[in-house]
């Protein structure tokens, strides 16, 4: 027998003596007692049990996985609440065990999870750690609500602050001055952007829970507006109390930056009222760190974009450049579309080529959509990541697209055949919102390099004729006789 051992403790178990060794010595002697191979360790330190997010737990999710391939036959806990302290993973868990016929053995309540009084007993107790955790919870809030009326700090520190004598806050002597800057240069009406920018070039990172990041301009947002720097905090009710601590901040400062946050969200709001619906609006991707970009009128009235990963400095090289660049080359590309003669009975051929290991498209049918379940469960509990979901759901997707087409209807082929051949004269003639109300249509991403249209993703229906059009024009650049007459579509990078 082949067995596990996962072993946990949180950063508060850690203070109070708690010992990842004890646990590996104690799954050691139970191993040799029972005469059983111990095989691996999943330690995990400084985690909760208590979140129902195993993504946090990235140890307890590799165990469950292994489990699942059969890597081992026993799972071992020091005590029931090192697994889970909250009864809906206990128990997801626990039959996902059960189905992977493995073992879970607990060393200090001694009960064999494999046997009917253990399935029992394994139940009550998991019920009994997420009600000692909820409790433990509870009084964590009274805790937090008795520091508030005395008017200490709760949580996290802000930016610019650190903890002082008997845990008052003070200002920081490295960052504070970062502190200032941001509220100076917000009280001139500096963007957000700019704001963080400014911090960015001067080496300073964000606070709290945000971890070691660079600035953001909603991070700069949630700056200026707390009440924290004047002296205050929240008493939970929408209201603020005068804290224990001084003010960071001088309250004429903080009031001028209020104003000017005002005179902003005013500004912006007038103009959000006024702003119509750009071409590519929520359609474009940087090809480079996949972030979204984003739109903006300058002074002059001309359309530029930019990419959000890079605006928030998450190292992305993706120049921006205006929106008529983009509307160029998919205008040509969508001028230069084919949609060869005989593209029935090519898309019909492939259809064929697709069924022709099955009995018939109805059969297909039903193991794609079993498949697509699958794919979903699995992402689901955690066995694989989002990218791998989405690439598997999509290419399902696409395969079942293509078998909805049949020899007896034909019309929606013709219907999406005319909107292709038509659509570049349509896009020409159409203003924003209705080139928007096109692109969608046509297109469910565009992925973007710099100045250049890199890659888009059609609809699932109209994926047949991508292929199609992207075959002819392959055929032409080749030299083929029977390939369409065209352009080289593949100088610098193509639009695939």
């Not at 650190?162 to 920081?172: A, I, L, N």
């Not at 947002?221 to 804290?243: D, Q, S």
């Amino acid at each position: 027998m082949k067995a596990a051992l996962y072993a946990r403790v949180s950063d508060e178990e850690q203070l109070k003596g708690y010992s990842i060794d004890a646990q590996r010595r104690a799954f050691v002697d139970f191993c040799k007692g029972r005469g059983w191979i111990a095989k691996h360790e999943y330690i995990e330190e400084g985690k909760s049990a208590r979140t129902e997010d195993v993504n946090k737990r990235p140890m307890f999710k590799q165990m469950i996985a292994d489990a699942m391939a059969g890597k081992f036959d026993v799972l071992v806990v020091h005590k029931i609440d090192r697994f889970s302290r909250n009864l809906k993973i206990t128990l997801e868990n626990f039959e996902k065990l059960s189905k992977a016929q493995v073992t879970f053995i607990s060393i200090n309540e001694q009960f064999d999870f494999s046997q009917p009084w253990g399935t029992f007993a394994f139940s009550m107790i998991g019920a009994m750690a997420q009600f000692y955790s909820d409790n433990l919870s509870q009084e964590t809030k009274k805790g937090w609500a008795e520091r508030k009326a005395q008017g200490l700090y709760c949580g996290l520190l802000p930016f610019g602050a650190s903890k002082g004598e008997d845990s008052v806050p003070v200002p920081h002597p490295e960052t504070y001055p970062g502190l200032i800057l941001a509220f100076k240069l917000a009280a001139q009406g500096e963007s957000y952007r700019e704001i963080a920018q400014a911090l960015n070039l001067r080496g300073y990172r964000t606070a709290g829970n945000m971890g070691n990041r660079p600035f953001s301009k909603d991070t700069v947002a949630g700056i200026v507006k707390n009440r924290f720097y004047i002296g205050e905090l929240p008493n939970g009710n929408g209201t603020w109390i005068k804290a224990k601590h001084k003010p960071f901040i001088e309250p004429g400062l903080f009031d001028a930056v209020q104003e000017m946050r005002h005179r902003r969200n005013h500004k912006k709001n007038t103009i959000n009222a006024k702003a119509n619906t750009y071409s590519l609006s929520t359609l474009l991707r940087s090809n480079i760190c996949g972030s979204s970009i984003r739109m903006h009128k300058n002074p002059k009235g001309e359309i530029r974009t930019y990419c959000a990963g890079r605006a928030l400095g998450f190292g992305c090289h993706c120049q921006g450049t205006f929106l008529c660049n983009y509307e160029k080359q998919l205008h040509n590309y969508l001028n230069e579309f084919v949609v060869p003669q005989n593209y029935q009975d090519q898309i019909l051929f492939d259809q064929k080529k697709v069924i022709d290991t099955h009995d018939n498209i109805r059969n297909r049918k039903k193991i794609l959509e079993s498949k697509l379940q699958r794919t979903k469960e699995l992402y689901t509990w955690g066995h694989i990541s989002k990218r791998e979901y989405l690439a598997e759901h999509n290419s399902i997707k696409n395969e079942l697209q293509l078998l909805s087409y049949e020899k007896d209807d034909l019309s929606e082929l013709e219907r999406v055949a005319e909107l292709l051949t038509n659509v570049a004269e349509a896009w020409q003639c159409a203003n924003q919102e209705e080139r928007n109300k096109i692109a969608r249509i046509i297109f469910e991403e565009i992925l973007v390099d710099d100045k250049k249209v890199a890659a888009v993703k059609p609809q699932p229906e109209l994926v047949p004729f991508f292929k199609l059009n992207y075959d002819c024009h392959a055929k032409s650049i080749a030299g083929d006789p029977d390939g369409i007459r065209t352009h080289d579509l593949r100088r610098d990078r193509p639009i695939c």
